[in-house]
């Protein structure tokens, strides 16, 4: 069974950094892209960026409103994708999904975690 | 950047009744590779969303027949032929044929029963 777990979420200044987990099972994670997702409160999904695998040089991919501010990286010995945010706005506030790229494009979530970001 | 425009925004369906909903994209979906990059995705209250259908027409894993998906191009459907309880939240449509900029959704339909 697939599964995403993210972590590290919660409150930070307009400014600051955080850095989001997704620790992934039940699959080969370093056969796989990843993305990350996001979803503003009451609001609708947001594409944020991808990770490629190994096969792809871990290649990169960010949406425009996050780019330079946001870096995908992922750890496949640790079977974990990484979301390193910085400069974060109120704007960024958000349920952060963690998905997995399959041959059918995105096609598993994790439950997500939520990033706050406020004064 | 390709926007996505889904109708309605909101349906509300008597249990066993069918429901559709549109998604339009301001560009073609057509790759040149033969294939369309439409998918269908449905979010259930206080969970994160899931794969419903992949490129236009195809059910994904575990997904009842009773959920189809059509339209090429531009246009295209979702339809599910009688609504039940369990089919109740928002559903996105979502196309990824370039990347940059990158997948871009709908505003999402929300499914609620009458």
Not at chain 1, 42 to 59: D, F, I, M, P
Not at chain 2, 4 to 33: F, R
Not at chain 2, 37 to 62: A, D, M, T
């Amino acid at each position: 069974e697939v599964q995403l777990v993210e972590s590290g979420g919660g409150l930070v200044q307009p400014g600051g950094s955080l850095r989001l987990s997704c620790a992934a099972s039940g699959f080969t994670f370093s056969d796989h892209y990843m993305d990350w997702v996001r979803q503003a409160p009451g609001k609708g999904l947001e594409w944020v960026g991808r990770t490629r695998n190994k096969a792809n040089s871990y290649t990169t991919e960010y949406a425009a409103s996050v780019k330079g501010r946001f870096t995908i990286s992922r750890d496949d010995s640790k079977n974990s994708l990484y979301l390193q945010m910085n400069s974060l706005k109120t704007e960024d506030t958000a349920v952060y999904y963690c998905a997995r790229v399959g041959r059918y494009d995105i096609d598993y979530w994790g439950q997500g975690t939520l990033v706050t970001v406020s004064s | 950047d390709i926007v996505m425009t889904q109708t309605p925004l909101s349906l509300s369906v008597t249990p066993g009744q069918p429901a559709s909903i549109s998604c339009k994209s301001s560009q073609s979906l057509l790759h040149s590779d033969g294939k369309t990059y439409l998918y269908w995705y449905l979010q259930k209250p206080g969970q994160p969303p899931q794969l419903l259908i992949y490129e236009v027409s195809n059910r994904f894993s575990g997904v009842p027949d009773r959920f189809s998906g059509s339209g090429s191009g531009t246009d295209f459907t979702l339809k599910i032929s009688r609504v039940e309880a369990e089919d109740v939240g928002v559903y996105y449509c979502m196309q990824s044929i370039q990347l940059p900029p990158g997948p871009t959704f709908g505003q999402g339909t929300k499914l609620e029963i009458k």
